[in-house]
């Protein structure tokens, strides 16, 4: 039950959310993925109830998964009075504003858009509730409840939103999954009493007879098509095989023709239609006119591409989550490698140029790992308020290699700018992708154009469109002169793999990325563009105002890390990561035991007797975690502290496990200077 909540370490928060993802990539219904989001909800903040709701924007509609309250000190079921239903005010309150905190007092009068939540003989005092996204869409809402007073706060709300982000691609999924085996199921039921249009055709393809129901779902009269050839109205693709599989018709070659075909409303919409067609004859059986039986399967066929679409978002995080530990185990191997050959090494030695390419070879594989990772969520951000001015500046230098001599590189940036709170690191990776898409553009070379202003919402071109930040915005501009994009590669920019570059020189993630982390950032991409006219990427961000000048100063050039002479237990079974961690940590003076697997690091510390003053861990490692072994050592020698080192894969956290509060957590890729920094910091604070 919730009562006063403290936050959690970061460390296990971000352990909670890896695990809850590769726990809902089996969950195999909406209710069974509540059920673990809500478990997690408990784990991290703490509630006495709490309800998961699919929101269905298409028709407004709100659909209760799972309501659960306190009794008898243990969470149990609570029905719905109804299963779906129009959103309450309080809902329509999220759907317009987003996570809301609701914090009452004993005396406070019932609000009036507050719907009786949980157990309504007992009043509630604090409630949470935010969106789930996908994408765009908002698909559900998340909320719990304390009957405690002051039990959450906004660190808590931004917790439960996070939560909430890293969910609701499986529940997409896990809706559009019920939603096309109920179609399937009621096609299949009314299969036989369904609206089937009939229609009669030459043999040569054109319309003798044409049903009313077909002019109006393609909104053309009777008249203009009678005459006509079918092709006429077919999409232009699909008319190749509907002419070969008609001329097997004809000739006898099958006795009927089953084809699902695009076809093209007045207006030029597209339209899917099944058509069933044979071969009428007469008394003599000569052939006389095709009989078609028409239906339209638009919407089955929209089903089938949003779970395709949705399996395809699962399966990039899944793929993240997966190749991040081992992959990383082998980049760090090479950067710390690389970092201390270079040391070593005499700055005119002409060897100094190869190890040189060797990191950045090491670093451009890191950062496709950074890009599967924040295309999925699975990478956690480090959000806080920063100035876009500032982060375009301090990578003039890196942008003006990364595009080349040919590109003129012109930076409009507003003196003026407002702040935006966003995780550094990621709109470097932002704008980083957007150039090197804007050099792509232009392999002839020409102009990119980066600018940054403060604007406001009203007035704006698309201001409208669903997903665009409230308020004061502040906008980043990429600009090029290069050859422009078609309609249909901008339907498709922004899906994760698509690429128009020439195989082997394009991932498919880079737009994909740039689209994910602005969205997670609260903000909002827009994309003009003609070709041969050049393309122009515009990206918002609500403003924030720093009128105490809290914003960080982004780091600069680090100070040496000095050593220590402390004990350090390191615990990692890949050979090359526990051999660099051990030389990098005995150069800066530290005694160092090692051991390749948790029961080895047991016996050691069992047999030492002198303080351990830290254990520098792998989190997955064959027979017991990281997290258990720690918990071990912890339990006997409280004074440890311990350093986990992991890739973030899904199953980085064994299931149950929680850190300890003296506790870090270093990713790989990391560097000899990043691990000796990450070592001091937990061994002095």
């Avoid at 959103?87 to 759907?95: K, S």
């Avoid at 499986?170 to 199921?185: P, Y």
């Avoid at 099958?254 to 899917?272: F, H, K, N, Q, Y």
């Avoid at 990119?448 to 201001?463: F, K, M, P, Q, Y």
Wanted: glycine content about 8%.
């Amino acid at each position: 039950m919730a009562s006063s909540w403290e936050s959690p370490p970061r460390d296990r928060t971000q352990a909670a959310f890896f695990e809850v993802s590769r726990r809902l990539s089996a969950a195999r219904s909406a209710e069974e993925a509540a059920r673990i989001i809500v478990a997690v909800a408990q784990e991290l903040l703490g509630w006495d109830a709490c309800t998961v709701d699919l929101y269905f924007p298409e028709t407004n509609e709100v659909q209760d998964v799972l309501t659960m309250d306190s009794f008898d000190g243990g969470p149990v079921d609570v029905p719905a009075a109804n299963t779906t239903s129009i959103p309450t005010p309080m809902f329509a309150r999220v759907l317009r504003e987003g996570a809301l905190l609701i914090l009452r007092q004993d005396d406070e009068a019932e609000p009036l858009d507050l719907i009786p939540f949980g157990d309504t003989a007992r009043r509630s005092q604090s409630l949470m509730f935010v969106p789930l996204h996908h994408r765009d869409r908002i698909t559900g809402i998340l909320s719990i409840q304390s009957y405690a007073r002051d039990a959450y706060d906004q660190t808590g709300l931004a917790m439960l939103q996070e939560l909430a982000d890293h969910c609701g691609g499986a529940i997409e999924r896990l809706r559009i999954e019920n939603e096309l085996r109920q179609s399937r199921d009621q096609l299949a039921r009314t299969e036989a009493f369904a609206l089937v249009m009939t229609a009669h055709l030459s043999l040569d393809g054109r319309w003798l007879k044409v049903p009313p129901s077909l002019c109006a779902l393609l909104g053309v009269m009777e008249e203009r098509l009678l005459g006509t050839p079918v092709e006429a109205v077919l999409h232009p693709d699909d008319v190749p095989l509907e002419l070969a599989e008609r001329e097997r018709l004809v000739r006898g070659d099958t006795r009927t023709l089953d084809l699902e075909s695009r076809w093209i409303r007045a207006g030029g919409r597209p339209l899917w239609m099944y058509v069933n067609a044979s071969v009428v004859e007469d008394a003599s059986g000569r052939p006389q006119y095709l009989l078609m039986y028409l239906r339209d399967i638009t919407e089955r066929k929209s089903l089938e591409d949003q779970l395709r679409l949705a399996q395809k978002m699962e399966a990039v995080g899944q793929l993240a989550g997966g190749i991040a530990h081992d992959f990383n185990n082998l980049l760090t191997a090479i950067l710390g490698s690389t970092e201390l050959l270079l040391a070593d090494t005499e700055p005119d030695d002409p060897r100094r140029d190869d190890l040189q390419e060797i990191g950045r070879a090491a670093h451009r594989a890191s950062g496709l790992v950074r890009q599967l990772l924040a295309f999925s969520r699975k990478q956690v951000m480090q959000p806080r308020l920063v100035n876009l001015n500032t982060i375009v500046r301090e990578m003039g230098g890196m942008l003006r290699r990364l595009v080349g001599e040919r590109i003129i590189l012109r930076l409009d940036l507003d003196p003026a700018l407002g702040d935006v709170t966003a995780d550094p690191g990621q709109l470097e990776q932002v704008i980083a992708n957007l150039g090197v898409n804007a050099r792509d553009a232009m392999p002839d070379g020409g102009t990119l154009t980066i600018a940054t202003a403060n604007v406001s919402r009203v007035g704006l071109t698309g201001a409208s469109d669903d997903g665009m930040p409230a308020g004061p915005l502040v906008v980043l501009i990429v600009k090029d002169t290069g050859t422009g994009m078609d309609e249909h590669v901008l339907a498709h920019l922004f899906e994760p793999f698509f690429t128009t570059k020439e195989l082997g020189r394009g991932t498919g993630l880079g737009l994909a990325t740039v689209y994910g982390i602005v969205r997670q950032s609260g903000g909002q991409i827009q994309v003009t563009s003609r070709p041969g006219e050049g393309s122009t990427f515009t990206v918002y961000f609500p403003r924030i105002d720093d009128p105490a000048g809290t914003r960080q100063a982004l780091p600069g050039v680090p100070e040496p890390v000095p050593g220590g002479t402390e004990t350090v237990l390191v615990v990692e079974d890949e050979d090359a990561v526990r051999h660099l961690i051990c030389r990098v940590l005995r150069a800066k003076g530290y005694r160092v035991l090692d051991a390749p697997s948790a029961e080895s690091a047991l016996l050691i510390a069992g047999s030492t007797p002198a303080p351990i003053d830290l254990l520098v861990t792998d989190m997955v490692m064959p027979g017991m975690g990281g997290t258990t072994l720690a918990a071990e050592l912890v339990a006997v020698r409280p004074a440890m502290r311990v350093l986990f080192i992991t890739g973030y894969a899904p199953e980085a956290v064994e299931r149950g496990a929680r850190l300890p509060d003296a506790g870090g957590l270093l990713e790989k890729p990391f560097s000899a200077e990043q691990l000796a920094r990450r070592v001091r910091e937990i061994l002095t604070g």
